[in-house]
């Protein structure tokens, strides 16, 4: 083999460089120069025939907790936290001799197994990556290497081969639905668009992405900026746009980075601009940053931040498809929804419904985080159920401190704060629109959070309700009072106030908030608090009419417990005291009387042996 056809690949998404893979990049560069082996850092549309080894950057690669990662291709070795000190070891040994370096392979936890490459990880293994795909491994900064692997053909058979209307029939055939939650038929929003009246239209990309937790569009737009490029001019042609806008929260730089000089390539190359493809059609597209306001990803609210104004929603009817930007019609979706359109046209929509199920075809990315061994980013099929996700991709539950719990699922958090949690009944729940819809919870962005035993579900509410509460645009009563009014109702049970008609009045108002705000982050909002007062009722009551929190995870609610092995029976924690709640002989294990603690903490500061704790 030689030097010709080899590749070393150095993850530069966001969570890799904020470890340090810029600087992997470098020390190889460097050291590559030292041994004096030929290194070429650009990508050449001739691949086989430049000399060196070429070194190149990508987007996420997705197994962001192993990051840094280096690939070397083509052999698919896969080497996970890499430092700047591991690279002369690796050129020495791989490179240079064709061998393995083990230390920095991925070892599975649970079989304590050295995987080389993604083909022998389960994380990657159970993967079905078609979105994703291109991300780990093209340079995203180079629009020669895009379209090198088919980019822009399809946006090319748009404008030259195919009617808007052939577009249009072609992502509704597909069954194409949003996925920034959702659902809505792409195909169906666009056909809606395109026969409204009027020269003027726009394409807007929503990548106002702001769940926590979610990184899957900001993944998108790093690792592979052509291809959300390539859906944005596909969408135009299909509407009679020739304008359009990507609109990316600040928050993300890299992304606004990327996206920026993907437009700049493209308008370069004659792809935007004026005579796109060697037509009489224009698109201009314009990057434009948003502030961070979660409340942006609604439609009518996003519209408004583009115009200047407050970003605030407005009611429904008219829907942009009608009246939209500038009152003209327009079509907006989400990052992934567009990257995925190339690929539909590339493969047909008879492939991109045989994937996923009848009413919800194709892929799926989520970002796996919480308790699992394996976090990062994934894409599934729809149709794949829970327990693939967090057993098999995930690597299994972990307890606290990393170690793998086979029994220690308790639940997890889908869609975000705008979804719901679920139990271990739903672990063979398929993840679909429908089938989520229909017990309470909802795809969402795509945010999956898993939680063990150990997790306080009353705690798990609040946060994503103080959450909401900081992102509420203030504009409707129900949503601007109302979830103030449920996290103070929150902070009531989680500190031993609440009262069984706090438990009745934080319900009544959830549903209330729930049917009666003006747009998606109102009426999703109380999602987390009701699902999780249907699915764990028991640990709500627990805490308001026990006064305890069954995980101990409310330090209000729980007791002082002593250490019988550590207790010296000195009795400076009962004279200490103020209520008499311990009692016990002198040199004997005390113990706390719990219906006259009080929970003042005195006990545990007077304690010189570490013997009383929460």
Request: hydrophobic fraction near 35%.
């Amino acid at each position: 083999m030689n030097n010709a056809e080899r590749r070393i690949i150095i993850c530069a998404g966001t969570g890799c460089v904020a470890n340090g893979s810029l600087k992997v990049y470098e020390e190889f560069k460097r050291i590559l120069g030292e041994k004096n082996i030929p290194v070429t850092l650009e990508f050449k549309k001739e691949e086989h025939n430049h000399d060196g080894i070429r070194i190149s950057k990508s987007g996420c690669q997705g197994f962001c907790q192993m990051g840094p990662l280096v690939t070397i291709m083509p052999q698919e070795i896969l080497y996970t936290k890499v430092k700047p000190e591991d690279v002369n070891e690796i050129i020495d040994t791989t490179i240079i001799g064709a061998g393995i370096v083990d230390r920095l392979l991925y070892v599975e936890p649970a079989t304590k197994k050295h995987c080389t490459g993604p083909n022998d990880i389960p994380f990657y293994q159970r993967q079905s990556r078609t979105v994703l795909k291109e991300c780990g491994f093209i340079d995203p900064e180079s629009i020669d290497e895009y379209m090198s692997h088919g980019g822009y053909e399809q946006a090319n058979r748009a404008f030259t081969k195919l009617s808007a209307k052939d577009i249009c029939d072609e992502i509704s055939f597909s069954g194409l639905r949003g996925r920034g939650g959702g659902g809505f038929p792409t195909g169906k929003k666009w056909e809606l668009t395109r026969v409204q009246p009027g020269p003027k239209k726009y394409v807007i990309c929503n990548g106002d992405e702001g769940d926590p937790g979610a990184f899957m569009d900001r993944s998108v737009m790093e690792g592979n900026p052509h291809s959300v490029i390539e859906g944005v001019i596909i969408a135009c042609k299909a509407i009679g746009a020739d304008q359009s806008y990507i609109y990316v929260r600040a928050e993300y730089p890299l992304a606004v980075q990327r996206m920026r000089k993907a437009v700049q390539d493209a308008y370069e190359r004659g792809i935007l601009g004026k005579g796109v493809f060697g037509t009489v059609n224009k698109i201009d597209c314009e990057v434009m940053e948003g502030a961070g306001a979660f409340v942006c990803g609604e439609e009518t609210a996003l519209i408004a931040s583009i115009t200047g104004k407050r970003g605030m929603p407005s009611p429904k009817p008219p829907f942009p498809a009608q009246k939209g930007l500038w009152d003209k019609p327009t079509v907006i979706n989400n990052v992934e929804t567009l990257a995925t359109v190339p690929l539909i046209m590339k493969n047909g929509a008879a492939a991109f419904k045989k994937i996923g199920t009848e009413k919800s075809p194709g892929t799926k990315t989520f970002a796996l985080t919480g308790h699992v061994s394996n976090t990062g980013l994934i894409e599934v099929p729809f149709g794949a159920t829970l327990r693939e996700v967090v057993h098999n991709i995930g690597g299994g539950v972990t307890d606290d401190k990393g170690n793998i719990t086979p029994e220690g699922f308790k639940a997890v958090q889908i869609g975000g704060p705008s979804g719901g949690c679920l139990t271990k009944e739903h672990l063979d729940l398929s993840l679909d629109f429908d089938s989520l819809r229909s017990v309470g919870a909802m795809v969402g962005s795509g945010g999956l959070v898993v939680m063990n035993h150990q997790t306080c579900m009353v705690q798990i509410a609040r946060f994503f309700m103080q959450f909401t509460q900081n992102e509420s645009c203030g504009k409707c009563v129900l949503c601007r009072e109302g979830t103030q009014q449920m996290l103070a109702l929150l902070d009531d049970i989680i500190e031993g106030r609440a009262t069984g008609e706090t438990l009745k009045l934080l319900e009544t108002l959830a549903w209330a908030v729930q049917k009666g705000s003006l747009c998606g982050l109102g009426k999703t909002a109380p999602n987390p608090i009701l699902s999780t007062m249907k699915n764990f009722r028991a640990e709500y009551e627990a805490h308001v009419f026990q006064k305890r929190c069954p995980t101990r995870r409310c330090k209000a609610l729980c007791l002082p417990v002593i250490d019988a092995a550590k207790c010296k029976g000195c009795t400076a924690c009962v004279k200490q005291c103020p209520v008499g709640a311990i009692t016990g002989e002198r040199k004997m294990p005390h113990v706390i009387d719990a219906s006259k603690c009080i929970k003042c903490g005195a006990c545990i500061k007077v304690c010189k042996f570490n013997a009383i704790g929460i």
